[in-house]
């Protein structure tokens, strides 16, 4: 059975779970410390205290014309698809999401493909789902489209899912191939199913496609000033391009077409691990207005605390 505002708490097994929702700081690092490297989260505690005045990365904010709200910063379940999130166990998986709620991410960012897909409805178990924005793909030309994306809403234990995107796009004039599987979303959609749609683009020319078209109301867009894995003009999902402006170029098209922006890829695929690289992506995306929230994938709870603090900083010098 579904649930609409809350949901029933099970184990991975369908066996009731009787874990409590939430766990303490304390229970949360001695839990994860051997599996996720967390570090003491002292500095979260002083954060607290000095929370600066203004935006912030846990705002809730505008997801375009949709008429949806997500937080600023969101959690991406598919590091290396998936892999490195599901490296940590299911338990510390829980505990991590739970953790990030805590603090104020409310966007929670899936994929079909992703290794962690089976374990999302179990992370959010005990959370108010009024309260979690999910957002999901579904890759590929599904032979019932319906039905992939019930998948989803049985796999999350959900009545619907907050907004579905077509995953990975590449092509160039891809809606007419697509036109299918775009009249299944609107189904969907029609149905309460799903709230909001959209693509995530992998080159240049599905992301001016996606643009053109209509249908799009959500764009997922690779974005860093060091032009680290986005969109470039081959049409191959690994083919990154070298230069940011042509995706810029398409931000401010799409925010002049009232579309909901979320960018990826903040922390280049993870390849940014100085943190030099994490600040200038960092200001860069929090400097333009086009973008509505960004995505970052997570795999321990300093991660999430350094990427807040950075996004407010980020915020706070605009």
Known sequence: MMYQHHFARTSPSGAPDRSPPHVTRREFLARSASLAGATLLAPHV????????????????PLGNTG???????FGTGSHSGNVQKALGQRVFNDLIRYAFDRGITYIDTAQSYATFEWIGNAIKGLPRDKVFLQSKIPGQPEDVLKAIDRHRQVFDT????SMLIHCMVQHGWTDPWKRIMDGFEEAKARQWIRTKGVSCHSLPALRTAVESDWCEVHLVRVNPQAKHVDGPEETWNKSGDDIAPVVEQLQAMQAKGRGV???????DG????AEDREQAARFAMAHAEINAVVIGFKSAA????????????????
């Open 46 to 61: 002083l954060h607290a205290a000095t929370m600066p005045a203004g935006r912030t990365a846990v705002d809730q904010v």
């Open 68 to 74: 949806l709200v997500l937080s600023r910063l969101g």
């Open 271 to 274: 390849d940014f691990v100085e």
């Open 159 to 162: 009545d619907y899912i907050d």
């Open 262 to 268: 979320i960018g990826m890829k903040l922390v280049g």
């Open 303 to 318: 991660e999430i605390d350094e990427a807040i603090d950075r996004l407010d900083r980020a915020l706070a010098a605009n």
